[in-house]
């Protein structure tokens, strides 16, 4: 009888000696690289504005009917391209804001332009001196963020 309750702790200890012996050999063979590869990613995907629908977004600058440049109150610009073709956006006056249930605008989020509604394909952090843009379309990009909607999901 004693052998038996042995033999199962015995069997047991083997068992996790098995499972964790592979584990830890793939631990020690994983590339730097690799490892490093995941955090750009985490990079993009956390690329946002906070509370968007209160007053987040201040200004914005249509490159295209596919490309927009969004400035957060912190005049940081975040550049968001659209899935498809958005027909109209490069030369609209007024777009609306479709954020997440909690007010960010990222790459989840979409943007209304004449009752269409455009989703993001990307939403990342760029740096966009105040030199970048020309006086002209900053003039213009002044008066589209006095004209923008902000709509909360629903």
């Known amino acids: 009888m004693n ?18 012996s592979p584990l830890s050999a793939y631990a020690k063979t994983t ?3 690799a490892e490093a590869a ?3 990613l985490v990079t993009e995907r956390r690329a946002s504005i906070y509370f968007a629908n209160q007053g ?11 490309t927009i440049q969004i400035q957060a109150r912190n005049n940081q610009w975040f550049q968001a391209e659209i899935f498809s073709y958005c027909d109209g956006l490069n030369f609209a ?11 960010e605008l990222n790459k989840y989020s979409s943007i209304m332009l004449r ?4 989703h993001f394909r990307s939403f990342k952090r760029i740096d966009l001196g105040a030199d970048t843009l020309s006086s002209e379309s900053s003039t213009d990009t002044e008066n589209n963020a006095e004209a923008t909607e902000e709509v909360s999901a629903k």
């Open 3 to 20: 052998l038996l309750k042995y033999s199962k702790y015995m069997y047991l200890g083997l068992l996790s000696v098995a499972i964790a």
């Open 31 to 33: 590339d730097p690289e």
């Open 38 to 40: 995941p955090e750009s």
């Open 56 to 66: 987040g977004i201040k200004n914005w600058n249509a490159i295209d009917d596919e």
């Open 93 to 103: 006056n007024t777009i609306g804001f479709v954020t997440e249930h909690n007010g």
């Open 115 to 118: 009752g269409q509604e455009c």
